[in-house]
């Protein structure tokens, strides 16, 4: 992870991104091509001198230094990467050319360069790149065999350097395209199952509120006060669930939902039975789709609670906030009213689920203080220690 954030220059894009992947190829291949140079230089320093070092291999060596300097501050992706390939190109061919200088590096520019190119330029590009390179072997073949230069190896090299250019660039090509198709089919494959998830949590809010509208039309034909009451509230709680796949559909992810969202949502829905202000502060959080269902009902149940218990008369304030501090969430419902009697109250379906639900968090913990109306704090982490 550090390397390819550091080192690799990755922190600079977008995660997942295939600017990122690109980011990080187009570095290697810097690094790559500068400990080769260098560990060449250095050589070449041992063995005949500082002076043995052939000019054109300590400018491109240095013009890798900068690049990697540079990039991506300076230098956008697409000039870096015409850049490398260049300055590939350069190098086989003077260590085709010049076999006194360079003879130690020709197999290391043969092989990378078909790599280099067809990874940075893509398949069209470096078909072209290849292309080029071939012409300009050719031509050097030619250029000796008339004598115009003089060419360090026997003229039958030149041909096997062509061949194994062209079948090495083939291999590499056919290589990249099957990465390209695997990635087309991968990319609709997930398109297609974001689509079925999507379908599906449709489906599952439909079906939600078909029983909503069920258990409505029941309790029209219910007398009994305290029977209506309780069918409300199963009504509020399928509610609650339902907005998670509502946002599951609608939204840009189908594994997290976005909490702000999700709990002014509920609060919206509460606030439209109460003549309380409920006042929200949420924090731009995604979580989970079990952590975020979790949560949600535990907000409806406290708030309800609230809205029932807190106020004997008149109307006052409920706050409801969720904070991140870091790895670590807070979850907090308070009200200025009467208060309760916690040994009474924890015997009750609404404070048994409460503590339920904070329980089955991550780290879940639930502190609940009675000395200034009613305040309970859940406090739990996003993955389980």
């Given at each position: 992870m550090w390397l390819d954030q550091n080192i690799l220059k990755g922190r600079f894009f977008p995660a997942k991104s295939s600017e990122r992947s690109l980011a990080k190829m187009i570095t290697l291949f810097i690094l790559v091509a500068m400990v080769a140079l260098g560990a060449d230089m250095l050589s070449h320093h041992v063995r005949d001198g500082i002076e043995s070092i052939p000019p054109m291999e300590a400018i491109v060596f240095a013009v890798f230094v900068l690049l990697y300097l540079s990039f991506p501050r300076f230098l956008t992706l697409?000039?870096?990467g015409a850049i490398v390939v260049i300055l590939y190109?350069?190098?086989?061919?003077?260590?085709?050319?010049?076999?006194?200088?360079?003879?130690?590096?020709?197999?290391?520019?043969?092989?990378?360069?078909?790599?280099?190119?067809?990874?940075?330029?893509g398949e069209k590009k470096a078909l072209v790149h290849t292309a080029i390179v071939v012409i300009l072997i050719i031509l050097m073949y030619f250029l000796s065999h008339h004598e115009v230069i003089g060419f360090p190896y026997y003229k039958g090299f030149i041909w096997q350097i062509l061949f194994g250019y062209v079948a090495l660039s083939y291999m590499v090509g056919m290589v990249q395209k099957e990465k390209i198709a695997f990635e087309k089919e991968l990319e609709k494959s997930t398109k297609n199952n974001k689509m079925l998830f999507r379908e599906i949590h449709h489906r599952t809010k439909n079906n939600m509120q078909v029983m909503m509208g069920l258990l409505e039309t029941q309790s029209f034909k219910i007398e009994d006060p305290k029977c209506q009451k309780m069918l409300h509230s199963h009504i509020?709680?399928?509610?609650?669930?339902?907005?998670?796949?509502?946002n599951l559909y609608t939204g840009t992810s189908i594994d997290s939902v976005d909490m702000h969202k999700y709990l002014n949502e509920i609060l919206d829905n509460l606030q439209k039975i109460?003549?309380?202000?409920?006042?929200?502060?949420?924090?731009?959080?995604?979580?989970?789709?079990?952590?975020?269902?979790?949560?949600?009902?535990?907000?409806?149940?406290?708030?309800?609670?609230?809205?029932?218990?807190?106020?004997?008369?008149?109307?006052?304030n409920i706050d409801v906030s969720l904070k991140h501090h870091g790895k670590e969430y807070e979850l907090t419902i308070k009200d200025y009213g009467l208060g309760f009697d916690t040994q009474r109250e924890f015997q009750s379906l609404g404070m048994t689920l409460i503590q339920d639900l904070s329980a089955s968090l991550p780290n879940g913990k639930i502190d609940i203080d009675t000395t200034n109306g009613t305040q309970i704090t859940i406090c739990f982490s996003k993955e389980r220690r």
């Open positions: 697409q000039t870096v190109t350069v190098m086989f061919f003077m260590s085709l050319y010049d076999q006194e200088s360079y003879a130690s590096m020709i197999f290391f520019w043969f092989a990378m360069l078909p790599i280099t190119a067809f990874h940075i330029l509020d709680r399928i509610k609650a669930m339902s907005y998670v796949h509502e109460t003549q309380h202000v409920i006042v929200a502060d949420i924090d731009y959080i995604r979580l989970d789709i079990k952590q975020s269902m979790s949560i949600g009902l535990l907000v409806n149940e406290a708030v309800s609670n609230a809205i029932e218990h807190a106020y004997s008369v008149g109307s006052g």
